[in-house]
């Protein structure tokens, strides 16, 4: 890689004020005139463009919230577990877009065998304005994370059910010398068997390459993928957590979209139907309640709200009587195949529908 950790800051400068430049100029014609400061503002080049795979996108649009279960987990950090439940049902947002920025620098950063690694905890992490412990332990969700992948072959009408993980990580951690494998016990360890790093120990570097399924989309197939610049993860860190499931979920390719309130709030989507009726054990007793149809309604749309206020949404409205949202949303961040310059051809972001 040529000079990753030097460069990966100045890429992700994002959404910053541009300084004034300040040229002198000489006047030729009296050398007693002195000089002249004259102050410019520069054109601003538009940042560069890297992909975001739509089913990730989908994927954290679902998954994001709070986890409310008391049971031990993988997300019960820090801890070592043999019988960690590999399969969650709720992501942080920080994770999450932690996901969103491993996506981007591996796709610019990758090697021959399609691995990007992590040579400077601190560069990431700074990016992310975490520490570089917080961004282990989000690895560690990232890596060890599971999700169902349900995918239709239309040709031999066959259809596959697997459970795929979100990224492949791995730790290589620097040992002192003297110091052996068996050194350590499953104590000293953070994470699970599924992914773990050692306790206090320097890690020296992180590998890392998304799923299979991930990078299909990459690829353009499946449900494809969106361009964006670099102002992408910047833009997510700004937003609070309801409305960063509204801008993953509407990243798609076209600016328009409608949907009814229980189909956004359903497991699919949003992932809100607990949060309206309460959760229910199989037998069909309530175990707590929910917060009702109208508590839920106002926060969407206040987060639709938050999403026009910050440029990503141009209009958005919500027909009581249909129950229906709509939104209309700008190229500010997604950059739709219908908003992109001519040079940019949209079958490169595998931009083929909805």
Known sequence: MDNTDETIKKRFELIQEVEDDIITIQDPTNSTAGSTKI???????????????????????????????????????????????????????NTAITGNLLLALWQKNKNEQGIYTIESLTTIADLLHITPQELKIYLIYLGGYQYPVVKFNKETRILSVYHDKLFFVKFNIQLKDGETQNSFTNDDRIGNTSVNFIRDRDIKSIDISPSKSIIEEYQGKGLGNVLVDDAFISFCLGLSELAYKLFSFSGSNKPTFTIRFDKLISKKYLNLEKQVKGVYDTTGKRKSAGQGKARVLKRIQEALTELKSKGHFTSWAYDEARDMFSWTYCNKIIKHKELLPLKIKPEETGQTGQ
């Open 39 to 93: 102050f410019i503002t520069p054109e601003k080049q538009p940042l560069p463009l890297h992909r975001q795979a739509r089913g990730y996108m989908k994927t954290t649009a679902s998954l994001v919230g709070k986890d409310m279960e008391q049971e031990r987990s993988l997300f019960t950090l820090p801890s070592y577990d043999y019988d960690t439940k590999a399969l969650k049902d709720v992501l942080s947002k």
